[in-house]
């Protein structure tokens, strides 16, 4: 049976309609077990000898609104296993409750406040979960980024005191995916590394970069140094003949269309107004030019 050493956090911001997990564990590919999460529903971490079907059983109860205090105790009262788990859930309406069995590995254990649930087993130590909370509480931000913050305080406070493997954070709001089909807006995995944290941390700045976007004060008018450098960037890369001029045309337009939708870059771009979100043309200058 799987032992999943591991810690986690368990939130939601009610304000924003989010609720996410942030885990990691000296284990293989965490994140395809612990984070259960749905937006307006609520979110379950589980772990230690993890029991994966408190994940979508625990979420079936919750919209059908049952809190997440009770779901506890429902799926606890099935397990005859309950002693060796280790859970932590976020309900609706932000109650968070978390549990670790008398046969958790220690040192394991957890806590909880308004909208939030820690916990963590085989731990170098009670701090790993209070680090973890503290940093939550006083990072600003929204939730990924809270989220993660807590993860990467527990994480360098000493964290699976076996070492480290895997990381993960899933995090749900309503229409949240790509395209808003989904509720699924950040799910980013680092399954086997040396320091995982760190890398999911990349992921997450990675995200940023291609799906968010910026206010009109951080765009970048196409003209003059910035346009030039992105003109050179896609001579070399065979996107663009003329010269280089740094005058914004109507085939510097098509080629940065072509340019910049290959990168992924598409929803950063203002073809009709001239502009690009000044994280992409850091971005692209640091990464072409050399």
Not at 143 to 168: E, H, I, T, V
């Amino acid at each position: 049976m799987p032992r999943f050493s591991t810690f986690s956090i368990v939130a939601c911001d009610l304000k924003t309609k989010t609720w996410g997990i942030a885990v990691a564990s000296k284990f293989p590919a965490v994140g395809a077990a612990v984070p259960w999460v749905q937006a307006e529903v609520g979110a379950v971490a589980t772990q230690s000898y993890v029991n994966t079907s408190y994940g979508p059983n625990g979420l079936e109860m919750m919209a059908e609104g049952v809190s997440a205090e009770e779901t506890l105790e429902k799926l606890l009262a099935n397990d005859e296993q309950r002693e060796i788990r280790q859970v932590g859930l976020v309900d609706a309406q932000g109650h968070a409750v978390t549990f670790t069995g008398k046969k958790c590995h220690d040192w394991a254990g957890g806590v909880t406040g308004p909208g939030y649930a820690i916990q963590g087993n085989i731990l170098t130590g009670a701090n790993v979960i209070q680090d973890m909370e503290t940093t939550f509480l006083d990072t600003e931000g929204d939730l990924p980024a809270r989220l993660y913050a807590a993860l990467y305080a527990g994480d360098r406070s000493g964290g699976d005191k076996r070492g480290r493997q895997a990381a993960a954070i899933y995090v749900a709001k309503p229409k949240g995916g790509y395209g808003g089909f989904l509720d699924r807006w950040i799910d980013y995995r680092v399954d086997n590394a040396l320091d995982p944290v760190p890398e999911l941390g990349e992921l997450l700045e990675l995200h940023e970069l291609y799906m968010g976007t910026s206010p009109e004060s951080e765009r970048v008018k196409l003209e003059g140094v910035v346009l030039r450098n992105l003109q050179k960037i896609m001579v070399k890369l065979g996107y663009y003949q003329p010269k280089i001029d740094g005058i914004y045309t109507e085939t510097v337009k098509e080629a940065l269309n072509s340019f910049l939708g290959n990168e992924n870059f598409e929803n950063r771009f203002h073809p009709e107004e001239g502009y690009l979100d000044q994280p992409v043309v850091n971005y692209l200058i640091k990464k072409f030019k050399k």
